[in-house]
């Protein structure tokens, strides 16, 4: 079963501060924890969950290979550092929905096929739009290149393993019980080396960091993942390699929010252009357009530019950009605009609700409920 996000178990944003992480992991484990919750063993689990996430983003380091690598960066059951022996392919699928091709059985005898790694990739709000192509480092298991992945010196002999003829396993006979088991010689590979390669030591993969151009869709969204199939660790014994998943991460904008195909931002308006109508001009992805505003403008109204979001990696229409206008209160006034300000609002209070049936309905509202509760 996939581990759970630390960062959703312990209720916090990915970027969330060592406070922020230290404060949610200490009500939590008041919440779980089992002096508290004694006979009921689920709060247990969860306790365990929300320590063992506390233990790993609470240290620099380990959230840095967490953050880079997942649960492969710091799980020793599963290599640490990203290098391990789990299987990510049950848990990632790629953008264009191919979650195949993920690894045999750990458990079949000879050469494993390397393990998947996962990269998290942080861009921008534009390069998901639009599509791009980044350069990503992984340091990863590559196959050694002077014994060409086979562990042995060139030149010399592999032999076949005497202790399980080859086959990788060995048959334990235990009563009526047949046992079949990982061969203790030669680890599940079938063969021996008698003379190790001197720069893998006889492990047919070395240690490296290497460069590799991904192209990014457009449309892609937080959450999509892209496969890169053979692109993850080297496997054993010049077996096939695992695969590279890359998470997509897209960072806040300062401008656009965006809620699957749709963008929305906030345009503040002045007093006048909502009062008496007008244009102001409202930036886009693909440039500025200009956007009408008609009288009487109340503050909160949306207004929706067909086609102006985004068209989304899986196909379908290119969605809005729905507009929210937010009426700003002219600030740092001078005296003769005050004075100004106080002859419009006598000139508007004299047409009674006229001018202002919202304010005039909500006064007739509260009048009436006092009426009610006899004040």
Same mark, same amino acid.
């Given at each position: 079963?996939?581990?759970?996000?630390?960062?959703?178990?312990?209720?916090?944003?990915?970027?969330?501060?060592?406070?922020?992480?230290?404060?949610?992991?200490?009500?939590?484990?008041?919440?779980?924890?089992?002096?508290?919750?004694?006979?009921?063993?689920?709060?247990?689990?969860?306790?365990?969950?929300?320590?063992?996430?506390?233990?790993?983003?609470?240290?620099?380091?380990?959230?840095?290979?967490? $953050?880079? #690598? !997942?649960?492969?960066?710091? &799980?020793?059951?599963? /290599? =640490? +550092?990203?290098? @391990?022996? *789990?299987?990510?392919? $049950?848990? #990632? !699928?790629?953008?264009?929905? &191919?979650?195949?091709? /993920? =690894? +045999?059985?750990? @458990?079949? *005898?000879?050469?494993?096929?390397?393990?998947?790694?996962?990269?998290?990739?942080?861009?921008?709000?534009?390069?998901?739009?639009?599509?791009?192509?980044?350069?990503?480092?992984?340091?990863?298991?590559?196959?050694?290149?002077?014994?060409?992945?086979?562990?042995?010196?060139?030149?010399?002999?592999?032999?076949?393993?005497?202790?399980?003829?080859?086959?990788?396993?060995?048959?334990?006979?235990?009563?009526?019980?047949?046992?079949?088991?990982?061969?203790?010689?030669?680890?599940?590979?079938?063969?021996?080396?008698?003379?190790?390669?001197?720069?893998?030591?006889?492990?047919?993969?070395?240690?490296?960091?290497?460069?590799?151009?991904?192209?990014?869709?457009?449309?892609?969204?937080?959450?999509?993942?892209?496969?890169?199939?053979?692109?993850?660790?080297?496997?054993?014994?010049?077996?096939?390699?695992?695969?590279?998943?890359?998470?997509?991460?897209?960072?806040?904008?300062?401008?656009?929010?965006?809620?699957?195909?749709?963008?929305?931002?906030?345009?503040?308006?002045?007093?006048?252009?909502?009062?008496?109508?007008?244009?102001?001009?409202?930036?886009?992805?693909?440039?500025?357009?200009?956007?009408?505003?008609?009288?009487?403008?109340?503050?909160?109204?949306?207004?929706?530019?067909?086609?102006?979001?985004?068209?989304?990696?899986?196909?379908?229409?290119?969605?809005?950009?729905?507009?929210?206008?937010?009426?700003?209160?002219?600030?740092?006034?001078?005296?003769?605009?005050?004075?100004?300000?106080?002859?419009?609002?006598?000139?508007?209070?004299?047409?009674?609700?006229?001018?202002?049936?919202?304010?005039?309905?909500?006064?007739?509202?509260?009048?009436?409920?006092?009426?009610?509760?006899?004040?």
């Amino acid at each position: 079963m996939a581990k759970e996000d630390y960062y959703q178990l312990l209720g916090v944003a990915r970027n969330a501060s060592d406070d922020e992480i230290k404060k949610s992991f200490r009500r939590l484990a008041m919440k779980y924890h089992p002096d508290r919750n004694q006979d009921n063993p689920e709060a247990e689990e969860q306790f365990k969950k929300i320590k063992e996430a506390n233990d790993i983003l609470s240290d620099p380091k380990k959230r840095a290979a967490y $953050d880079q #690598f !997942g649960h492969a960066g710091v &799980d020793p059951s599963m /290599g =640490g +550092g990203g290098h @391990g022996g *789990a299987q990510f392919s $049950d848990i #990632f !699928g790629d953008v264009f929905g &191919d979650i195949f091709g /993920g =690894g +045999g059985s750990r @458990g079949r *005898a000879g050469p494993q096929r390397g393990s998947d790694l996962r990269y998290n990739l942080e861009i921008t709000l534009e390069e998901a739009v639009a599509g791009t192509e980044v350069k990503i480092p992984i340091p990863t298991l590559v196959s050694c290149k002077p014994c060409d992945g086979s562990g042995a010196t060139k030149g010399s002999k592999v032999t076949t393993c005497a202790t399980c003829q080859g086959h990788g396993a060995v048959r334990m006979q235990q009563g009526f019980f047949s046992v079949q088991q990982t061969c203790p010689t030669c680890r599940g590979a079938g063969k021996q080396i008698k003379d190790p390669c001197r720069s893998c030591h006889g492990q047919g993969r070395t240690q490296e960091t290497k460069t590799l151009s991904v192209k990014i869709p457009a449309g892609v969204d937080t959450g999509d993942r892209i496969r890169l199939a053979g692109e993850g660790e080297a496997g054993e014994a010049g077996a096939v390699a695992g695969d590279l998943y890359v998470q997509v991460n897209v960072k806040d904008h300062p401008i656009f929010t965006r809620d699957g195909a749709h963008l929305y931002c906030e345009v503040p308006i002045s007093f006048p252009t909502a009062a008496i109508g007008g244009e102001v001009e409202v930036p886009t992805l693909s440039g500025k357009v200009a956007l009408k505003i008609p009288q009487e403008t109340q503050t909160g109204r949306l207004f929706r530019l067909t086609g102006k979001g985004v068209k989304p990696v899986r196909g379908g229409a290119v969605g809005d950009l729905l507009c929210r206008v937010r009426l700003e209160t002219p600030v740092h006034l001078s005296k003769e605009q005050i004075d100004l300000i106080r002859q419009l609002e006598e000139s508007l209070t004299g047409g009674g609700s006229k001018h202002s049936p919202q304010a005039h309905g909500w006064l007739d509202g509260v009048k009436q409920f006092f009426d009610k509760i006899g004040l």
